[in-house]
């Protein structure tokens, strides 16, 4: 998935036509639009990622096929797709909030977005885009001012004369005077703005792994903004105005952090709507293979923590719980999605593999099969989402082996469109009751 932002397609960067199109869907582009005069393919370099899209030559246009992306993809310097999911947008921020694949930035592409107010999901891509800017102003250096401190002091430049006069050399007091200076400062509107936008963003992303990097700067910059003076929240929109008017035009990043720090303190949340609106934010890409498979994982851990306590889910991809194909051969390692273990024995109820595709693949089944024989377990179960006219919910295929080594093999689509709060309760229900817990 891209979510996008940064510098809002500004004037110093190509204007681009934008098309719109669907995640996993083939949308044909004219020739025209992707090769020079000199029959050169303008292509960007990021668009040629097979995870974007794949390119299929035709008679006189490319088949881009769209991969499990979504947002604004740039294609050519004028050509760019809006990417929009499959299901719905509201939906999108649930399933980010519980998977713990962390956003990442690849496309080198603008987009503006509007806010709400925060709905009580992680916002990954404010505090993803704040710690982004936070690096800019390491770079530009802590913001400092001058400020003028008038104090009693022995005469000495600079003398306010006019109040020296009354409060002292009219009353017989030619030692003391009133004195002006200028102390260069840090505690100034900018860093009251992004100390308090800090002590929020910390707070949000504690102990969330896909964030850890970022919590770890966020605690880095607070410290060096100890003493900078506390800002109350009713007088945020005024202290950003001054702290907006009082940059200098070569710190950007100041500026920038500066309008997320604002959202950030507000608890306002990015609309995930792909229209220019607002405020930009940078570009990131998001996998959603990884994210499904994530999402599935961790609402099955919740559970087992939660309501059934004689589970535990492993994750194949950890050395842990993965295992070699062979008794009798170390060279191939399987690494299913999930295994559903009963707490006290060793081998897997259920072994169980997510594929975020848009329809099932015989080799799918095959591989859960194979894996589902070498873990000795007798159940093997394959996640999807839940494509438009297809099944919803759980079809059993049937059983495969011979007596005392047969395997149930299973399918569950997930209704990515529907209530998700529904629709994990009847997927909970079914994955560990079919695993006897």
């Known amino acids: ?10 004037s110093f960067q ?50 881009l096929r769209i991969g499990g992306v979504i947002g604004r993809l740039p294609i050519t310097n004028q050509l760019a797709l809006d990417i929009s999911p499959k299901f719905p947008i509201s939906n999108l921020a649930h399933l980010l909030a519980e998977s713990d694949q962390s956003l990442d930035r690849r496309v080198s592409t603008d987009r503006l977005y509007d806010f709400t107010s925060w709905n009580g999901y992680l916002p990954e891509l404010l505090l993803r885009s704040f710690a982004l800017e936070l690096k800019s102003i390491e770079a530009e250096g802590t ?28 009353r017989g007091i030619p030692t003391r005077a ?15 703005v992004l100390k308090a936008a800090l002590k929020c ?17 966020f605690a880095q910059m607070l410290r060096n903004l100890d003493r900078v003076s506390h800002l109350p929240v009713d007088v945020v929109n005024d202290e950003c105005e001054r702290a907006l008017r009082e940059l200098p035009g070569f710190k950007p990043g100041h500026a920038k952090a500066v309008v997320i720090a604002r959202e950030l303190i507000k608890r306002a949340s990015p609309v995930l709507e792909f229209a220019d609106r607002r405020m930009s934010l940078p570009s990131f890409l998001i996998n959603l293979d990884n994210v499904f498979e994530s999402y599935i994982r961790n609402i099955l851990r919740k559970s087992a ?3 059934f306590h004689n589970s535990r889910i492993g994750d194949g991809n950890h050395k842990e719980f993965s295992k070699y194909l062979l008794n009798d051969n170390a060279k191939f390692t399987i690494m299913p999605d999930i295994l559903f273990y009963n707490a006290i024995e060793d081998l897997p109820r259920v072994v169980a593999d997510v594929k975020y595709k848009t329809k099932p693949m015989e080799e799918d ?30 079809v059993r295929l049937g ?39």
Not at 1 to 10: D, S, T
Not at 36 to 50: F, K, P, S, T
Not at 377 to 386: E, T
């Open 143 to 170: 913001h400092r001012s001058y400020h003028r401190v008038t104090r009693t002091d022995i005469p000495r430049p600079k003398l306010n004369f006019r109040r020296s006069e009354q409060q002292f050399w009219a």
């Open 14 to 63: 190509p204007k681009r036509r934008v098309i719109a199109a669907k995640e996993r869907s083939a949308i044909n582009i004219p020739h025209a639009d992707l090769f020079g005069e000199e029959g050169n393919l303008r292509l960007l370099a990021d668009a040629l990622d097979r995870s974007l899209v794949q390119i299929t030559q035709g008679l006189d246009q490319l088949q």
């Open 201 to 217: 963003a910390l707070s949000l992303s504690f102990g969330h792994q896909s964030l850890a990097k970022e919590a770890r700067l």
């Open 305 to 307: 923590k939660k309501s």
């Open 1 to 10: 998935m891209i979510l996008n932002g940064g510098i809002a397609e500004a």
């Open 365 to 394: 089944r095959y591989q859960i099969i194979t894996h589902s024989l070498s873990y000795q377990s007798h159940n093997a179960l394959l996640v999807y989402p839940k494509r438009r006219d297809g099944p919803t919910g759980r």
């Open 178 to 192: 009133v004195i002006e200076v200028f102390d260069f400062s840090n505690d100034n509107p900018v860093n009251r």
């Open 399 to 437: 059983e495969v082996g011979p007596p005392g080594h047969t395997i149930d093999l299973y399918e569950y689509h997930f209704d990515l469109s529907a209530d998700l709060g529904q629709e994990e309760e009847q997927f909970i229900e079914f994955a560990f009751g079919l695993a006897g817990t």
